[in-house]
T-cell receptor, first 118, second 114 residues
């Protein structure tokens, strides 16, 4: 089946530094990837949608200069949290949608990244 | 615009009892509906989905859900739960048009007690 690998699973960084989170589709080509943010005991909120080879589309209220998304290939998307602050601490989850039959609303999620900014 | 409402934030239930987790949606166009399960500090795993056809959908781990268009509901059920079913459950929707990103409900915490 379709597998999405997300790394790192946990990261602790100092305030003001940048953190990169990777999301890879291992056995399929992901034409579209979605990045979500989840606060404790809350639902997933869509941050942005990225399509391979084009700029990401950000949701209202999400700072594109702070959350840099790159989708340079059909198997890799990255989210970089720049100049991280404690309020950026959260659980970040990626989701990938493939081509062909997988595009028929088949979404595969990564295992998530717990970011803690100290 | 589309939205999903999960009416219960927490559902405690005893092991081997039946359970229903409620989900209602709102959309001006046709929708496709999903249920996902999330274990602590993990991503989401698809339980089942409704795209078209039979309104009763069977998923993994013994779960099933019924799409009711007139009531705009997609409730999740399991006839007999196990301790291992303790997790967070999310209902999600995609509309027939638009960005094709999932919109999630607020989640229901299923707590199975021995």
């Amino acid at each position: 089946g379709a597998v999405v690998s997300q790394h790192p699973s946990r990261v602790i960084c100092k305030s003001g530094t940048s953190v990169k989170i990777e999301c890879r589709s291992l056995d399929f080509q992901a034409t579209t990837m979605f990045w979500y943010r989840q606060f404790p005991k809350q639902s997933l909120m869509l941050m942005a949608t990225s399509n391979e080879g084009s700029k990401a589309t950000y949701e209202q209220g999400v700072e594109k200069d702070k959350f840099l998304i790159n989708h340079a290939s059909l198997t890799l998307s990255t989210l970089t949290v720049t100049s991280a602050h404690p309020e950026d601490s959260s659980f970040y989850i990626c989701s990938a949608r493939g081509q062909g039959i997988l595009a028929n609303y088949g979404y595969t999620f990564g295992s998530g990244t717990r970011l803690t900014v100290v | 615009a589309q939205s999903v409402t999960q009416l219960d934030s927490q559902v405690p239930v005893f092991e081997e009892a039946p359970v229903e987790l409620r989900c209602n949606y709102s959309s001006s166009v046709s929708v496709y509906l999903f249920w996902y399960v999330q274990y602590p500090n993990q991503g989401l795993q698809l339980l089942l989905k409704y795209l078209s056809g039979s309104t009763l959908v069977k998923g993994i781990n013994g779960f099933e859900a019924e799409f009711n268009k007139s009531q705009t509901s997609f409730h999740l059920r399991k006839p007999s739960v196990h301790i291992s079913d303790t997790a967070e459950y999310f209902c999600a929707v995609i509309s027939d048009t638009g960005r094709r990103a999932l919109t999630f409900g607020s989640g229901t915490r299923l707590q199975v007690q021995p």
